[in-house]
């Protein structure tokens, strides 16, 4: 990259920079027996009409061969609270290592596999691919298709389950502690000891 300016010094721009809004994502692809996926961070709404985004992975993926054979891959949406799959993906696995084999999950248009855990996906079709003088290359996707991924539904207990199921601990408590109460305490005497009153 041609420039005259230096770039600064990451710690110094570090409380700064964070002030731009990050979350994780698992960027995933797929081409014919290969799939992978791997935590991204840096993903980015880049045009409305069509819909585009921008993501920027880490250079020396083994995912950066299959989206550029595939052209195709797609952004996952993940919960807060899911350090599962954050935890299997944070390092994208070896190239040949299938991690999807025993995770559930679904085929978003494209050929992208997409976990159920997931609150949702993005399949987006490759535009343009920058390998910018970075740590980081860029992949831009014209969007094809978005879905929501149905959650297994958890019931809720009824209203006051909780606080009646205590109070019944408490009732049964309070039972066994008087039937303790009215037992006469020390040994059993033998009944065959007992003097027959005459």
Not at 91 to 111: R, S
């Amino acid at each position: 990259m041609q420039t005259d300016r230096p770039a600064a010094n990451r710690e110094t721009v570090e409380h700064v920079l964070n002030l731009v809004p990050a979350s994780s994502f698992l960027l995933t692809s797929a081409h014919g027996e290969l799939r992978s996926g791997v935590i991204v961070k840096c993903v980015q709404q880049v045009a409305m009409h069509p819909p585009m985004l921008l993501v920027a992975m880490e250079k020396g993926q083994p995912l950066s061969p299959i989206i550029r054979d595939s052209r195709n891959f797609s952004i996952c949406v993940l919960a807060k609270d899911d350090r599962i799959t954050r935890k299997i993906f944070a390092v994208a696995p070896d190239q040949g290592v299938d991690a999807f084999l025993t995770i559930p999950h679904l085929v978003a248009p494209g050929g992208s596999p997409v976990p159920l855990r997931a609150l949702g996906y993005i399949a987006c079709e490759l535009i343009r691919h920058l390998d910018i003088d970075a740590d980081y290359e860029v992949y831009i996707g014209m969007v094809h298709d978005a879905e929501l991924v149905a959650q297994p539904k958890i019931k809720a207990p009824r209203p006051g389950l909780a606080r009646a199921h205590l109070n019944g601990r408490a009732r049964s408590a309070k039972n066994d502690a008087a039937s303790n109460k009215s037992r006469p305490s020390g040994r059993p005497r033998d009944p065959s000891k007992l003097r027959r009153s005459s």
